[in-house]
């Protein structure tokens, strides 16, 4: 069955960085596009990042473009989101996803930005 496992999160202060980490596995995970989403408190679900099958196309919400990388290692069935110049309106869980014949989730990894 599908397996999505981030890790990476934690408390960074405002200005900072953290690389989170999604492994997948269940599925032929060259073969999909993968995402990143988070949520804060109080708020929606938001999409934050996409990347395609391979590292060349990807597409990030406008609040952390330029900021925040997305990027995979197929070799290694493993995406990344590799997260800099953290504010404070960044802090929330963050999931990695992807669509197959429905859209699955991980568990969410805590990222929470604070001085």
């Known amino acids: 069955q599908v397996q999505l496992v981030e890790s990476g999160g934690g408390l960074v202060q405002p200005g900072g960085s953290l690389r989170l980490s999604c492994a997948a596995s269940?599925?032929?995970?060259?073969?999909?596009?993968m995402s990143w989403y988070r949520q804060a408190p109080g708020k929606e679900r938001e999409l934050v990042a996409q990347?395609?099958?391979?590292?060349?196309?990807?597409n990030y919400a406008d609040s952390v473009k330029g900021r925040f990388t997305i990027s995979r290692d197929n070799a290694k069935n493993t995406v990344f989101l590799q997260m800099n110049s953290l504010k404070s309106e960044d802090a929330a869980v963050y999931y990695c996803?992807?669509?197959?014949?429905?859209?699955?989730w991980g568990q969410g990894t805590q990222v929470t930005v604070s001085s």
């Open positions: 996803s992807v669509f197959s014949w429905t859209r699955f």
């Open positions: 269940g599925f032929i995970f060259r073969l999909y596009a």
């Open positions: 990347i395609s099958t391979t590292n060349t196309n990807t």
